[in-house]
C-alpha cells in the first residue's frame, strides 16, 4: 500500500504484461511498397546477422530496422554516424560516413585523402551535399534480391566495412 501525506492507503500495481510493438510493426509493414517491404526485411536480416558476431557488437549498437534506403550507427558523437546503404534498383551497396552540417570537420578528413584511402585500402568518394558532406564508398551486387541465401556475404561485407570505417574515424582523431 501506498500513502502520500495524509491521503488514503492505496494499492500498488505492478506491470504485468505490456504490448509489445508487433501490432504496431504489423500495421506499418501491410501500408508498405514492395521495395520498402524488402528495404525493411533486409535490415532487419541485417541487424539479427551482424548483431550476432562479437566483432560488430563490440563497435555498435542495435537500432531497430526500417524501411528505408540506409541503415544508420552510431559513432559517439553527434557530429557523424555511419550509414549502411542498399540501392536495389543500381544493385549497389554503400557505406558512408555521414557528417552533417561541419565542413570543417569534412575538410579536415579531406586534407588527408591519400592517407584515409591508404589507410582503408578502398577508393572512397568525398561529396558535399548541401549541409551534409559523405565519405562513400561503394560495391555493386548483382545478387541484392528477394533471395535471402545471398544476404550473408553482403551482410559480412557491411560489417568489415563499417569496422575499418569506424576504425579510421579513431586514427585520424576526428
Known amino acids: 500500500m501506498l500513502k ?6 492505496a494499492p500498488r500495481l ?6 509489445n510493438d508487433w501490432a504496431k510493426t ?11 517491404k524488402l528495404q525493411f526485411e533486409f535490415w532487419q536480416a541485417f541487424a539479427n546477422y551482424a548483431f550476432d558476431k562479437p566483432e560488430f557488437i563490440s563497435q555498435f549498437s542495435r537500432r531497430k530496422a526500417s524501411p ?14 555511419i550509414n549502411l546503404t542498399i ?7 554503400g557505406v558512408e560516413i555521414y557528417i552533417n552540417n561541419n565542413e570543417e570537420l569534412f575538410a579536415k578528413l579531406a586534407d588527408q585523402k591519400d592517407t584515409v584511402e591508404q589507410f582503408l585500402n578502398m577508393s572512397v ?22 533471395n535471402q ?16 570505417f569506424k576504425e579510421m574515424i579513431k586514427k585520424f582523431d576526428v
Open 26 to 36: 504489423m500495421k506499418t509493414v501491410d501500408a508498405l511498397t514492395e521495395a520498402q
Open 125 to 146: 568518394d568525398w561529396k558535399k551535399a548541401g549541409k551534409a558532406c559523405l565519405i562513400i564508398t561503394f560495391a555493386d551486387r548483382k545478387d541484392i534480391t528477394k
Open 14 to 19: 505492478y506491470v504485468v504484461e505490456k504490448p
Open 149 to 164: 541465401d545471398t544476404w550473408d556475404s553482403i551482410f559480412d561485407w557491411y560489417i568489415e566495412t563499417a569496422i575499418k
Open 68 to 81: 528505408r534506403r540506409y541503415y544508420g550507427l552510431s559513432v559517439g558523437s553527434s557530429e557523424y554516424h
Open 4 to 9: 502520500i501525506g495524509d491521503s488514503l492507503p
Open 87 to 93: 540501392s536495389i534498383q543500381k544493385k549497389r551497396l
